[in-house]
């Protein structure tokens, strides 16, 4: 294949730079909703993307059919002439041959079809069969092995194998017009145990169904907010991450004032990170998919903003290093700044001491999601607590979360000694039209002053 | 034909066996930060297959052609397993005639393109230097084959045309998105109307008007709009009717809206979005009401939903998903509306719309992009605020239906239809 892409990229003619990248993916999947399965089978994806680079445009020429690379790679270089008219800022990168390659410990495509059918039908029952309040559940089922092959113009070719398995379970209750549903989600990049021996959430999420039914919504306000380990990746991800992808600031004058490196973002011992070489994280890659080796990124560093995250145009642009962060969903689109695995380092203090003086707060558990408009965010958490009087009290549901990032990073008061990564279950983060793509995140408990809970009031 | 080849193939182990296929041509232009930034070629082929073996379905799918003997022998390996079909494959019938092609979309190419998107993004730059603007213009063109083994054949050649204008406006740590866009079969559309309605967005938010918390009228556009029908459009979902998980799975034939509302799902509209003659099932598209003036009339569904439940499918596709929806208009220009309104807001764009409990109906959504009403104006942009309510219970609380309609498009929820402004009559605001 090596050979076969710099072949191809001989056409590369009149550009500055050129790349191209060739994905070969299989999945297979099995979904039931309700008593039946509903769907089961079996996918193949080929595909690539060329990209060439000149005066500042970029032309991008994509496609399934691998028959005639050169074609492609003509047409990405014609397109770019047609719009480049300015100046190039392109990082440069030391050239690397490399092929990473996949360690399974259970190798998901050996174990027959019927078996993961089995597997499912078994999580299905523990739900349905779990109290008459039950109305009726879904399983996903997906797993996928792909293979990136990447080379560019200056002399770097990388194979990496891909592997992803992942498994989300509802249990959807109801009580007349009252309908709620409850999620567990798991996976693993290294391999099929990653979805197996899940029976004892399936049982818990059918018994949170039903004991949402007979929650009330929270009622709408500002509270004291304790986020527990998964939301809390939620809110870093949506509220601050999105913020530190720098094609949201490099061409942009006035972000820049806003994200100026070493203003005082949060509290002290805040440290807000994103790491795409973190062994086994959803967002790892050994190399970015510009052929940026990854790292380890601080972006807030004792509550002080000191990096963003960069591909190698927005790092030029901005004269700042190279992070590894330029990725894209598959071969349909080109890379763009992404985050890998983001994560608020963890602190000190234990959840009994942090709700221990809050008279009433709100215990926000589990996420749904979360959006973001730059400084605006809003995220879902699937249920929570309400805190009175220093304990948990009653369930509560319908919490939504939202706010303005600077002013909630702010005051953020308390950070958990209990750092936790989210399940690695289906689903992503949506940039422009790129979703889902594959992103770990994480953080310990924190505690969030002044924090505005959408709802009825 | 692939199609008829795959369903050749796989008849020799399957009794039934139907094929689709889309092969897709895209070219497109992208502008960023008040520059050209990138323009694309793009070529797509996606093949689904399911076949029917021993009463049990399997489906495979592949973007190679070459990999015809592949794709089938893996459907065939999923029917192993498969689930029990509870339909026949539909026999061959006459489709409707459908505008989905205009030939005037062929000879478009970049630098034309290019000049259309240069045009919009420097009307929003005369409008306010400050803003730092985008645009995109897609083009495609696409042909589907469906072929299946009792015979039904079919094939459609569509174009798509897409544009839209952005801009971005940062004052202080105030940040403010807007833009408008378009999507239909044909080249007709009015790049200046679209620069105009995105900049109107802006000069509507030039102040920032505060809010207090408590019940307010609430003025959907539209585009915002997406709240309320995004609850409907999964409720309607036959499947989740079937299985009981849908608020309205009883309601078929019940008042369960204001009267005043009708809304019908219209596959048939001339160069619509979603306009088409036959779904993935190679089923006729049909127009289906889904509200009557305030009376539920139809849930969706597939082909194997549909036998599930005893009922005929409607056209929707595997997937289920609604076509061109289309929103009767009602009997009060938009400005009357306004201006009957002495305290309230003009919602357009949420943020968390797929949060909180959509199916059923419970919605607690960010206002991105809201305005408020004074005294019959609207008199700036609301920030920080929340509009929070149950879906249904506000189509019952709808108190006006405008004259005007707009064409709306929102993929990500699969939404797409013609719209009116609806005012409904209280809604809880929270505000920091």
């Known amino acids: ?457 | 034909m692939i199609v008829q080849d795959i369903v050749e193939k796989a008849s020799k182990v399957a009794q039934g066996v139907q094929a689709v296929m889309l092969t897709q041509e895209t070219s497109a232009v992208d502008f960023d930060n008040n520059r050209l930034k990138s323009a694309q070629s793009s070529q797509r082929t996606q093949i689904e297959v399911k076949v029917i073996v021993n009463g049990k379905v399997g489906t495979s799918t592949t973007t190679d052609p070459h990999d015809i003997d592949g794709v089938v022998s893996r459907a065939l390996e999923a029917a192993q397993f498969g689930s029990q079909a509870h339909f026949e494959l539909p026999e061959s019938q006459t489709l409707e005639p459908v505008k989905i092609f205009d030939p005037a979309l062929l000879p478009l190419a970049k630098p034309e393109m290019i000049r259309m998107g240069q045009q919009m993004m420097d009307m929003i730059l005369a409008y306010n230097p400050e803003i730092l603007a985008g645009a995109s213009i897609y083009k495609t063109i696409s042909k589907v084959e469906y072929a299946n083994s009792r015979g039904a054949q079919y094939s459609a050649d569509h174009t798509d045309f897409n544009v839209s204008a952005v801009g971005q406006l940062v004052r202080g740590t105030d940040i403010l998105f807007a833009g408008q866009n378009l999507a239909q079969k044909k080249r007709a559309i009015d790049t200046e109307e679209i620069a105009t309605q995105a900049i109107e967005y802006f000069r509507m938010a030039e102040n920032i008007a505060p809010i207090e918390p408590g019940e307010l009228p609430v003025i959907f556009t539209p585009q915002g709009l997406s709240a309320l029908m995004l609850s409907l459009t999964l409720a309607v979902d036959g499947k989740s009717a079937y299985l009981g998980a849908s608020p309205l799975r009883d309601k078929l034939g019940q008042q369960i809206t204001s009267s005043s509302l009708t809304i019908i799902d219209d596959p048939f509209i001339e160069y619509g979005a979603n306009t088409s003659a036959f779904d993935n099932e190679g089923i006729p598209r049909k127009v289906t009401p889904i509200i009557e003036k305030g009376v539920l009339r139809n849930f969706i569904y597939d082909l194997d939903t549909a036998g599930r439940a005893g009922v005929k499918p409607t056209g929707h596709g595997s997937n289920r998903s609604l076509t061109n929806l289309v929103i009767n208009p009602g009997d009060l220009p938009y400005e009357t509306m306004l201006r009957s309104i002495s305290k309230g807001l003009l919602v357009h764009e949420f943020l968390g719309l797929d949060q909180g409990n959509p199916i059923n109906g419970d919605f607690s959504v960010n206002l991105f992009l809201a305005y408020k009403i004074e005294n019959g104006k609207l008199v700036g942009r609301v920030k920080n605020a929340m509009l929070a309510g149950n879906a249904f219970d506000a189509l019952k609380d709808i108190t006006a239906i405008s004259q005007q309609r707009e064409w709306v498009s929102m993929p990500f929820f699969s939404i797409s239809g013609l719209f009116p402004y609806i005012q409904v009559g209280k809604l809880s605001v929270t505000a920091k």
């Open chain 1, 1 to 457: 294949m090596q050979d076969r892409l710099n072949e191809a990229l001989k056409a590369a003619l009149g550009v500055e730079y050129a790349d191209i990248r060739l994905e070969d993916k299989t999945n297979t999947w099995v979904n039931f909703r309700g008593p039946d399965l509903d769907t089961i089978g079996s996918a193949r994806t080929v595909g690539g993307i060329v990209r060439a680079l000149y005066k500042g445009g970029w032309g991008y020429a994509t496609f399934n059919d691998l028959a005639d690379l050169p074609k492609r790679v003509s047409e990405a270089c014609q397109t770019a002439r047609l719009i480049g008219t300015d100046t190039t800022y392109y990082t440069p990168v030391e050239p690397v041959v490399d092929v990473v390659k996949a360690k399974l410990i259970k190798d998901f495509r050996t174990i027959p079809l019927a078996d993961k059918k089995e597997l499912m039908e078994e999580y299905n029952n523990i739900i349905l069969k779990h109290h008459k309040k039950i109305q009726t559940s879904a399983i996903r089922y997906n797993d996928s092995f792909k293979t990136i092959y990447f080379a560019n113009s200056q002399g770097t070719y990388i194979q990496e194998e891909v592997p992803d398995v992942n498994l989300r379970i509802a249990a959807i209750g109801r009580d007349n017009d009252i309908v709620q549903t409850a999620v567990e989600t798991t996976g693993a990049t290294d391999g099929y145990q990653g979805v197996e021996g899940f029976h004892e959430k399936a049982r818990s999420a059918a018994q949170k169904a039903v004991d949402l039914l007979a929650a009330p919504p929270v009622t709408g306000g500002k509270y004291t907010v304790v986020t527990d380990q998964i939301l809390t990746g939620v809110f870093t991800h949506e509220a601050f991450g999105h913020l530190s992808e720098s094609d949201f600031v490099y061409e942009n004058p006035r972000m820049q004032e806003i994200m100026v490196l070493g203003k005082r973002f949060g509290v002290e011992n805040l440290n807000i990170i994103d790491d795409g070489s973190l062994p086994g994280g959803l967002g790892t890659h050994r190399y970015d998919y510009e052929g940026v080796p990854t790292r380890k990124n601080y972006l807030i560093k004792d509550g002080i903003l000191v990096g963003r995250l960069h591909s190698r145009e927005t790092a030029a642009k901005m004269k700042e290093p190279l992070t590894g962060n330029a990725r894209a969903v598959h071969f349909q689109h080109p890379p763009i700044v992404r985050m890998t695995n983001t994560y608020i380092e963890q602190g000190t203090v234990s959840f009994a001491d942090m709700i221990k003086d809050i008279k009433l707060g709100v215990y926000a558990l589990n996420a749904i999601g979360g959006q973001t408009a730059m400084e605006m965010f809003t995220f879902s958490a699937a249920y929570g607590q309400m805190i009175r009087d220093g304990q948990v009290a009653e369930l509560v549901r319908d919490v939504v979360l939202t706010g303005n990032v600077f002013d909630t990073l702010m005051h953020i008061d308390q950070i958990g000694n209990d750092l936790k990564w989210n399940p690695n279950g289906p689903g992503g983060c949506g940039k422009y039209d790129q979703y889902p793509l594959r992103v770990g995140f994480g953080g310990p408990h924190i505690r969030i002053q002044d924090c505005v809970v959408g709802g009825q009031q």
